[in-house]
């Protein structure tokens, strides 16, 4: 599935007061989205998954993230059968690629 970024990710005033590890798993998990936003946030998963190859970044390390992208309210988490998701938001401004059609990957986030 193709995705990219748009270009006013630069002037993201959310995006630019993150941390650079937050920063990094975000578009880290940016390809592991479905044409939802929709991803897998398990931090063991997301570690193994998106950031093979970095070596130097630890489960900690991503976790931390993870709760820094949470709080800046650029991913909303949620809880099905056990299992820990996320949700980007606005990922319709950041991917202007249209998946929506595309059949989800990842569990709807329970009604509140």
Not at 39 to 51: G, I, K, V, Y
Not at 84 to 106: A, E, F, S
Request: glycine content about 6%; hydrophobic content about 40%; charged content about 30%.
């Amino acid at each position: 599935m193709w995705k990219c970024v748009d270009e006013k990710l630069a002037i993201s005033q959310k995006h630019a007061a993150l941390s650079w590890q937050a920063l990094g798993v975000w578009v880290y998990i940016l390809p592991q989205t479905d044409g939802r936003g929709r991803f897998l946030a398990e931090p063991d998963f997301l570690r193994s998954t998106c950031m093979t190859l970095r070596r130097d970044l630890r489960l900690g390390q991503v976790e931390k993230a993870i709760e820094e992208l949470e709080s800046s309210k650029l991913i909303h988490l949620y809880d099905v059968k056990g299992n820990k998701y996320g949700v980007l938001h606005d990922h319709d401004q950041w991917n202007p690629v249209k998946l929506k059609n595309i059949r989800p990957k990842w569990p709807d986030p329970p009604e509140a």
